[in-house]
């Protein structure tokens, strides 16, 4: 199954927020292409690290200090 990740949307948006480091949380069917993501995504010039723990969801964003910006794939949006 191919999925569309929006490589060019998330890499537009490092670009504009400036993020210097960039954290990427996979759903599970995702992670065996964690490498390849956080390669493309590396082509912006932001330090890309692998959110490797459980994802439960959308809901479920690491509490972890020190990133500019957070990318979840393989999730619904979350809506307030």
Not at 4 to 29: F, N, T
Request: with cysteine.
């Amino acid at each position: 199954m191919e999925y569309d990740l929006e490589l060019e949307r998330v890499k537009s948006e490092i670009e504009k927020s400036k993020a210097k480091k960039v954290l990427i949380q996979l759903a599970d069917g995702l992670k065996p292409r964690a490498t390849e993501i956080a390669k493309e995504l590396e082509s912006t010039g932001a330090e890309i690290c692998i959110w490797g723990a459980s994802c439960f969801g959308a809901c479920d964003l690491p509490d972890i200090k020190g990133f500019d910006l957070l990318v979840h794939f393989g999730h619904s949006a979350w809506k307030n």
